[in-house]
């Protein structure tokens, strides 16, 4: 193993530790000059195998230029990292600079490291994006060393990958011997995150250096002191005892998958705790202080527990939490590992962690989760080739910087690996997007941001292009978003616009923790004061998370094999040998339907196993050809397992409502007839620089923003509908808002596996879905009491055998 400079070495022997295998093979791999993707487990010190090589070549041959960028996927690790960064540096007394870069940063700071850079810069891609469209880029970079990439896993799928990935190739451009390290702990697929890390993708240039084992995971299910409930997923009916497990642990951090459940919980453990522990909440709509404050908190030991999301999903290095709860199921295992790795955060102890399901299903996913984990299965990753608003977006930056040729560039944007099969013709069309506007807008001035001064010669149009560029950059399109504030103008979060707009004054919400009343509406803002009455919680749009498909495979394992079923609680398995006696179970590759009649109106449940989207998605195209077949359909309910839609004439042969020309005719009308193909082209016109959120001085409210793109779709709908900007709609509504990869395997395969039992009334397999509907379907404010008899009588109905 290569020696450590005496000064590393000297440090880690004060500390009574010994360099880990993989962080000297790290430094291996850098003095051989190796691009390398390290893949180690929580706590395992990947932020030090990272940096690690910096440190020594640092030492070895100081320099004050810029030597070592690290980019993360959130700014709160960058913030953690610099704070883990600066200690050991301190400690060592070494003479280097470490500053974080993210949009919180002052501007005249962000201005003294554009002249003066730190040694070690930690920032985003949306920084770093930035970073590049300013003229001294190439002078800044000249001499960068490494690019970090931590959480590799987090964004190199998503729109943030192609935007890194780009920003690598031009500063693979600017500085030819950059070396290139990724990070992560959840991999399944090393190769395709080597590839994506790789100089023209090419796989064989990045070294894959792989940490040691850690201890395994801890993990169980919190069954309820009760029967485990027939709807619902949030886990709340467990909430007495996620109590006990708070006050017998040190620290917990319980994992919630909406904003607004963690909202709920929190709410919920605050009514019962009558130790009055110091508990806290995090979640990504909450103000940047009120984060901060939190996140020092836990850092310093002062809070017992965490509720929290997605936002404390990465990296935060938390030593003393000795427990993680996740309420509801966690839809995958790399997520579910990845959440688990939170507590501990040392390698050769367990972490603990708790899944809390909310429903019957979810007691299969959960179980499903922890096989998974147990057999170290982690969710399949799937990359697709680089989105063209995010290139468009990309060009223009590097336009900002200076004029470009062309041909060079087309060859750097090639060698990231998104781009890697970018066809000249596609090329040439974001081209003249972004210097007309597209062929049905090129009448207009504001849309002409590039001009070809000479051929292959690119410039800017205007010097307000770049001022324009620069306060609109970025890849993370929020819904339009309103403030919470009190009188004294203290900001506590944000709420969607359409949320707000449902608010009145003297209306109370739960927000950030608190009971709040509103007293005023002010511009985009809403003004609270405290309350104790009792309130409504906050809501948020938004994806939602679905079953990933390797639980999914496992959870229909389940059902078709009876073996493992003596693992399962007493009602759980009950459950299940009814609905065997009373209807089937169906076979993993089988798609079950059941009809059956109920109160005069006739439903058919049918159980794919495919996620919320996907299943929301079918439901829509289902009742569209119910309607079409004179069948009078009246709605229907979706879950991650099943969909159940119901109507006023019986489903007698449900085969023809699930052919595949489904996926032609109804889903291209439907799609464009939603608001999700509008909302899709929101989201690419505002990345890919079409229409602006601020202007300098001035933010346009959500509303604008929506008019303005409205217009333009509606637009280019009626007199150019193959612009590059509705492809790349059409694109994000195919993909990620309706799952139409899962859609077209569900009716690809459901003529010939279909199994269709006509049942004489409600199955047990079907309760969880009719337990919704009677939910949907009562009288605003009917009594919680009215709606538990309603279910309870539907349970008896469906369990009765005989």
């Known amino acids: 193993m290569t020696a450590l400079p005496p000064v590393i070495a000297d440090w880690f022997a004060s500390r009574g530790w010994t360099p880990r295998r993989h962080q000297l093979a790290m430094l291996d791999e850098a003095r051989a000059g190796h691009h390398a993707l390290l893949v180690a487990a929580t706590g395992a010190g990947k932020t030090m195998a990272g940096f690690l090589p910096s440190l020594v070549e640092l030492i070895e041959a100081p320099t004050d230029r810029l030597h070592t960028l690290y980019v993360s996927p959130l700014k709160a690790l960058a913030v953690d990292v610099q704070r883990n960064l600066l200690t050991p540096i301190e400690q060592m007394g070494l003479d280097i600079r470490v500053e974080t870069r993210s949009g919180d940063t002052p501007s005249d700071r962000k201005a003294r490291q554009r002249v003066r850079p730190p040694q070690m810069l930690l920032t985003t891609p949306e920084s770093l994006s930035l970073l590049l469209s300013y003229p001294d880029s190439a002078l800044l970079f000249e001499n960068l060393s490494t690019i970090i990439v931590d959480e590799i896993h987090a964004f190199a799928r998503e729109k943030r990958g192609d935007l890194l990935a780009l920003a690598m190739a031009r500063l693979q451009t600017l500085a030819p011997n950059l070396r290139r390290v990724g990070l992560s702990a959840t991999v399944s697929d090393p190769d395709a995150y080597r590839s994506w890390l790789a100089p023209d993708a090419d796989l064989d240039t990045v070294a894959l250096v ?176 680089g989105t063209f608003d995010v290139l468009a977006q990309h060009i223009l930056g590097i336009a900002c910087a200076g004029p470009f040729d062309e041909a060079e560039l087309l060859a750097e944007v090639r060698s990231a690996a998104p781009y890697a099969g970018l066809t000249d013709e596609a090329w040439r069309r974001v081209l003249d997007y972004i210097a007309t506007g597209g062929y049905s807008l090129r009448a207009y001035d504001k849309f002409k941001r590039l001009v070809e001064y000479e051929p292959g010669k690119w410039r800017i149009t205007r010097p307000a292009v770049i001022a324009q560029h620069r306060l609109n950059a970025g890849v993370i399109v929020d819904n339009p978003m309103m403030d919470v504030r009190f009188q004294n103008g203290r900001m506590l979060g944000r709420v969607e616009e359409g949320f707000g707009a449902t608010l009145s004054i003297g209306d109370h919400i739960f927000f950030a923790g608190l009971g709040l009343e509103v007293i005023r509406f002010q511009d985009t803002d809403i003004v609270v004061r405290a309350s104790a009455k009792q309130a409504r919680l906050v809501t948020y749009g938004g994806q939602r998370m679905s079953m990933t498909t390797h639980l999914a495979d496992r959870v229909r394992a389940f059902l078709a094999d009876d073996r ?201 397999l079907a309760i969880p879905l009719m337990v919704v509907i009677g939910r949907e379907a009562a009288p605003a404010g009917t009594a919680d009491e009215a709606l538990l008899v309603e279910a309870e009588a539907l349970v008896e109905e469906a369990m009765r055998v005989g």
């Open 210 to 385: 792989r940490g040691e084992d850690a201890a395994e995971p801890d993990l169980s299910i919190l069954l309820p002191e009760g029967r485990m409930p027939w709807g619902g997923h949030s886990g709340r009916h467990s909430v007495p005892e996620v109590m006990r497990l708070i006050e017998q642990h040190s620290t917990t951090l319980v994992f919630c998958n909406t904003r607004s459940l963690a909202e709920l919980i929190f709410q919920e453990l605050w009514a019962i705790n009558d130790q009055s522990l110091p508990i806290g909440i995090h979640h990504g709509s909450l103000a940047l202080e009120a984060r901060r404050k939190v996140e020092a908190a836990m850092g310093d030991g002062r809070l017992r527990a965490l509720v929290c999301t997605a936002s404390l999903d990465l990296g935060i290095d938390w030593g003393n939490v000795d427990l993680v709860v996740q309420m509801g199921a966690p839809k995958g295992s790399s997520r579910l590992l990845q959440r688990i790795g939170r507590a501990n955060h040392r390698m050769d102890e367990p972490s603990k962690g708790m899944i809390v399901p909310g429903n019957r299903f979810e007691y299969l996913e959960a179980r499903a989760a922890l096989d998974a984990v147990a057999a170290k299965e982690l969710d399949p990753e799937i990359f697709r080739p």
């Open 564 to 764: 493992d079923w003596h693992r399962f609680p007493d009602d759980v398995r009950e459950w299940l040998e009814i609905q065997a006696r009373r209807s089937i179970l169906p076979q993993p590759d089988q798609l079950l339907v059941e009809t059956f009649p109920r109160e005069g109106r006739h439903y058919m449940c049918v159980y794919p196993f495919e996620g919320w989207n996907a299943h929301q998605s079918l439901g829509m195209l289902i009742t569209r050809r119910m309607e079409t077949a004179g069948l009078k359909p009246l709605g229907f309910v979706a879950n991650d397992y099943a969909l159940a839609a119901y109507s006023l004439e019986p489903v007698t042969d449900p085969r023809p409502l699930f052919s595949p020309d489904i996926l032609e005719h109804e889903f291209i009308e439907w799609v464009e007839q939603s608001h999700l193909l509008k909302r899709a082209f929101r989201e690419v016109a505002v990345i890919g620089g079409l229409v602006e959120r601020q202007h300098p001085g001035k933010r346009k409210t959500g509303k604008q923003v929506s008019f303005s793109t409205d217009l333009i779709y509606d637009v280019l709908r009626k007199y150019e509908p193959e612009h590059l900007l509705l492809k790349a709609a059409w694109d994000d509504a195919r993909g990620r808002m309706t799952e139409l990869g899962r859609l077209a395997r569900l009716v690809d395969r459901a003529a010939a596996t279909m199994i269709h039992v006509e049942a004489d009334r409600v199955t047990p």
